[in-house]
T-cell receptor
Framework: DGGITQSPKYLFRKEGQNVTLSCEQN?????MYWYRQDPGQGLRLIYY???????QKGDIAEGYSVSREKKESFPLTVTSAQKNPTAFYLC??????????????FGSGTQLSVL | GQQVMQIPQYQHVQEGEDFTTYCNSS?????IQWYKQRPGGHPVFLIQ?????EVKKQKRLTFQFGEAKKNSSLHITATQTTDVGTYFC????????????FGRGTSLIVHP
């Protein structure tokens, strides 16, 4: 959907390297999410943030870190502690709980592979 | 976390046949959403159901929410090749904060 930009589209990581995936939205949404998608696994929640300067771990947060210093931005860092990082990463946003609107808007995703 | 079971995982149909995917939960759901992801693409919101027994239609797509708000289905009548993709349901528990949990998805393959 328009309004959420993920970059890069493809990313390669070397052993022991940290990499950061970018996610920017201009929809003025309060809530942002990071999901990991593996074939046949659906979407698994890594981290989420419901307001600026606050974020919470999802179901598979180990080996990942995030920040939410600005409302528009929610970057995800895949650290060297994540031993199996190859996956399709999706960022999403929604207006937030206070608005009562729970529809998720997704970015176009980043495919991360290990060299 | 909350488990939302979605079946089947894959479904092959001939163009013109109908298709149905189901989502089931052991707990009461506040609402349920459906998304479609085309091959190589990202999930796109289709619809949200909130009320017990609710039925909504979008052209050839019919969405239902069970009376007990523990299950939902998406039915496509007379499939077309443009229906190809993976269909996901997403939900949260009744009374919970909105942390959406997705089913594993059903991949629809339509043979011309």
């Amino acid at each position: 959907d328009g309004g959420i930009t993920q970059s890069p589209k493809y990313l390669f990581r070397k052993e022991g390297q940290n990499v950061t995936l970018s996610c920017e939205q201009n929809l003025n949404h309060d809530a942002m999410y990071w999901y990991r998608q593996d074939p046949g696994q659906g979407l698994r929640l890594i981290y989420y943030s419901q307001i600026v300067n606050d974020f919470q771990k999802g179901d598979i947060a180990e080996g990942y870190s995030v920040s939410r210093e600005k409302k528009e931005s929610f970057p995800l860092t895949v650290t060297s502690a994540q031993k199996n990082p190859t996956a399709f990463y999706l960022c999403a946003s929604s207006p937030g709980g206070a608005s009562g609107i729970e529809k998720l808007f997704f970015g176009s995703g980043t495919q991360l592979s290990v060299l | 976390g909350q488990q939302v079971m979605q079946i089947p995982q894959y479904q092959h149909v001939q163009e013109g046949e109908d298709f149905t995917t189901y989502c089931n939960s052991s707990t009461t759901l506040s609402n349920i959403q459906w998304y479609k992801q085309r091959p190589g693409g990202h999930p796109v919101f289709l619809i949200q159901l909130v009320k017990s027994g609710e039925v909504k239609k979008q052209k050839r797509l019919t969405f239902q929410f069970g009376e007990a708000k523990k299950n939902s289905s998406l039915h496509i009548t007379a499939t077309q090749t443009t229906d190809v993709g993976t269909y996901f349901c997403a939900s949260r528990q009744s009374g919970g904060s909105y942390i959406p949990t997705f089913g594993r998805g059903t991949s629809l393959i339509v043979h011309p």
